[in-house]
């Protein structure tokens, strides 16, 4: 998978050289490019920003630094899938599939649609994600407008909360989906009942976790864990994550499938 991001804080973006990202961007599974935006200016201050038009507190993105990072992206797909790095395609794994594809463009934004579990799924199925991460009252308009017409844009919120820039949310979204692909897990059965997976645990929250000593500060853990029985194991599992989901997140309990519970749940 290729990711691009364009931003003004190019060093934001660092921790995505650690850990499970940068691990996998090691291997070859991601092809991360990082892009500040000033680049693509051309005023001895490298503006990028501007008043809002009809007034108001703030600044408002420019649109033309924008609209040239993306072209000139855009373009570096369409080319003969070598992109410079020697990294092409170097693990057979699908980077040329990237360049000859369009890109995904994601916005983060407050005003998006929410960033969810599902999203994370689909987007990690896409060959070529980029970024356009934000400062102050975000990018004009007619940026979103025009590659609208062109590529898949998707404007996402991470959470009902104002951040000063769209560089943590996609410090988020990109761990959220690189740890989806393919073999950049550890252990594939990891996310497996990840709370939000799909499957028989969906829409319920993970369960609590305990590992060795069987005694900590005088707590124990529950006897059931050490039964060996596997059965009576996801059983306890399920109600847990039940519990946790009704004392945490009750709205999900609302928009689970009636069908997908026990006859005990609903007595809870
Ligand atoms: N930029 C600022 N706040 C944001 C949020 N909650 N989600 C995505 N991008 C943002």
Redesign the pocket.
């Known amino acids: 998978m290729r990711l691009d991001i364009v931003t003004i804080f190019p060093e934001y973006l660092e921790p995505l050289n650690v850990s499970l990202v940068g691990k996998a961007r090691a291997r070859g599974q991601l092809d991360v490019r990082i892009h500040d935006l000033r680049e693509w200016t051309h005023d001895r201050h490298n503006t990028v920003d501007d008043t809002p038009y009809g007034g108001g507190p703030g600044m408002v993105m420019k649109p033309e630094p924008w609209g040239e990072a993306l072209d000139s992206i855009i373009e570096s797909g369409s080319g003969s899938g070598d992109s410079g790095d020697g990294s092409a395609d170097a693990s057979g794994d699908g980077f040329d599939g990237a360049e000859a594809a369009r890109p995904v463009l994601v916005v983060?934004?407050?005003s998006?649609k929410p960033?969810t579990q599902q999203l994370a799924v689909e987007l990690s199925e896409k060959p070529w994600l980029v970024f356009t991460?934000?400062r102050y009252e975000g990018i004009d308009r007619r940026v979103i407008e025009e590659y609208g017409d062109r590529l898949d844009v998707r404007e996402?919120?991470?959470?009902?909360?104002?951040?000063?820039?769209?560089e943590a949310?996609v410090l988020v979204m990109v761990e959220a989906i690189a740890r989806l692909l393919p073999g950049v897990l550890g252990n594939a059965e990891s996310h497996r009942d990840d709370s939000f997976a799909p499957g028989a645990m969906a829409d319920l929250l993970e369960g609590p976790v305990y590992t060795k000593p069987p005694q900590w500060r005088g707590r124990g853990i529950p006897d059931v864990l050490l039964s060996g029985h596997h059965g009576k194991i996801a059983r306890w599992r399920r109600d847990e994550a039940f519990r946790r989901t009704v004392e945490n997140r009750p709205d999900l309990i609302h928009r689970a499938d009636p069908a997908a519970f026990d006859k005990k749940d609903r007595e809870t």
């Open positions: 983060p934004t407050p998006g960033f991460p934000a996402v919120s991470i959470g009902d909360y104002v951040l000063a820039g769209g949310p």
